[in-house]
């Protein structure tokens, strides 16, 4: 499963350094955004990409302050990953992709495809961030991000307690320890918490933190939804503790066309508690929505 993952390209995208994989040489290309946090591409996707690529060219990236894309300076915010989502596919030279993104990822590629809906044939957004004006305990939360070092601290406590990491995943897989590949997918997880100390990375990345305001969120893209003029696919586990039914509800209805799946027995990374049914659900959209001569 890994063999995807041990040959990459490393580039330069808006300044600073992008690892790129990329399986299937045939097909409409398809380009793979993860989330957040401790997310990773060989993480999120190891099991998807594979079989994606049996139909479409695939190219995944670490984002930046993930994985091999290291060391990043300045603020990663939502304006940045519009401007870095353009020049990125300048750099991979692709005219137009379809985009698959979860939670962080998801919420990227929602805004790119609202910006430059003529670079985005289809979306396929997986629990995504930025959808809603409130989270709960909204004023808590930004006081929590606010607070100087917290975010620094966050970072080094976990990399110095890899047995919160485990303990984390065990709680959110809705298998848990009998998650497929779940080892391998804790120590990716440990070694991404012991990266984010050692560049003295943020524990929650940019996106995620300038999103919030005191009482609302600065980033909802509810608001702009109405005017997506790409084909989308709103997904979202039925035990999703971060995304609601009810916020992805609303995108559906918000947006020309487009549809929501709930995949049942999933959690918010959908692609670790059901790689099967996700990849059957990807593909058939994608068979819909993309030429194949593309």
Same mark, same amino acid.
Do not use: C
């Given at each position: 499963?890994?063999?995807?993952?041990?040959?990459?390209?490393?580039?330069?995208?808006?300044?600073?350094?992008? =690892?790129? $994989?990329?399986?299937?040489?045939?097909?409409?290309?398809?380009?793979?955004?993860?989330?957040?946090?401790?997310?990773?591409?060989?993480?999120?996707? /190891?099991?998807?990409?594979?079989?994606?690529?049996?139909? $479409?060219?695939?190219?995944?990236?670490?984002?930046? %302050?993930?994985?091999?894309?290291?060391?990043?300076?300045? *603020?990663?915010?939502?304006?940045?990953? %519009?401007?870095?989502?353009?020049?990125?596919?300048?750099?991979?030279?692709?005219?137009?992709?379809?985009?698959?993104?979860?939670?962080?990822?998801?919420?990227?590629?929602?805004?790119?495809?609202?910006?430059?809906?003529? /670079? *985005?044939?289809?979306?396929?957004?997986?629990?995504?961030?930025?959808?809603?004006? /409130?989270? %709960?305990?909204?004023?808590?939360?930004?006081?929590?991000?606010?607070?100087?070092?917290?975010? %620094?601290?966050?970072?080094?406590?976990?990399?110095?307690?890899?047995?919160?990491?485990?303990?984390?995943?065990?709680?959110?897989?809705?298998?848990?320890?009998?998650?497929?590949?779940?080892?391998?997918?804790?120590?990716?997880?440990?070694?991404?918490?012991?990266?984010?100390?050692? $560049?003295?990375?943020?524990?929650?990345?940019?996106?995620?933190?300038?999103?919030?305001?005191?009482?609302?969120? =600065?980033?909802?893209?509810?608001?702009?939804?109405?005017?997506?003029?790409?084909?989308?696919?709103?997904?979202?586990?039925?035990?999703?503790?971060?995304?609601?039914?009810?916020?992805?509800?609303?995108?559906?209805?918000?947006?020309?066309?487009?549809?929501?799946?709930? *995949?049942?027995?999933?959690?918010?990374?959908?692609?670790?508690?059901?790689?099967?049914?996700?990849?059957?659900?990807?593909?058939?959209?994608?068979?819909?929505?993309?030429?194949?001569?593309?």
């Amino acid at each position: 499963m890994t063999s995807l993952f041990e040959t990459h390209t490393d580039l330069t995208v808006s300044g600073g350094p992008v =690892r790129h $994989h990329q399986v299937g040489d045939t097909g409409p290309p398809v380009l793979l955004l993860h989330g957040a946090m401790l997310d990773t591409a060989q993480g999120v996707w /190891r099991r998807v990409a594979p079989a994606l690529a049996a139909d $479409h060219q695939v190219h995944l990236v670490d984002l930046p %302050r993930h994985g091999g894309s290291r060391p990043w300076q300045g *603020v990663l915010d939502d304006a940045f990953y %519009r401007r870095f989502l353009d020049e990125l596919l300048d750099t991979l030279d692709l005219p137009q992709v379809a985009m698959i993104g979860l939670s962080m990822g998801g919420g990227i590629a929602t805004g790119y495809a609202l910006d430059h809906p003529e /670079r *985005v044939s289809s979306l396929i957004a997986v629990g995504p961030g930025g959808i809603g004006a /409130r989270r %709960r305990a909204q004023l808590l939360t930004w006081l929590f991000l606010r607070a100087p070092g917290t975010m %620094r601290l966050t970072s080094r406590y976990l990399a110095r307690r890899p047995e919160l990491v485990r303990k984390s995943m065990l709680s959110s897989l809705t298998a848990g320890a009998d998650t497929q590949d779940f080892e391998d997918i804790v120590r990716l997880a440990t070694e991404e918490a012991r990266a984010k100390d050692a $560049h003295g990375e943020p524990g929650l990345d940019d996106w995620q933190t300038q999103a919030y305001g005191p009482f609302s969120m =600065r980033l909802n893209l509810l608001l702009d939804l109405p005017r997506l003029a790409v084909p989308t696919l709103w997904v979202r586990g039925d035990q999703d503790s971060l995304v609601g039914h009810a916020e992805l509800s609303a995108a559906a209805a918000a947006a020309p066309g487009s549809r929501l799946v709930t *995949v049942a027995d999933a959690g918010h990374i959908v692609t670790y508690d059901q790689p099967d049914e996700f990849t059957r659900l990807a593909r058939a959209f994608l068979a819909e929505t993309l030429d194949p001569r593309a």
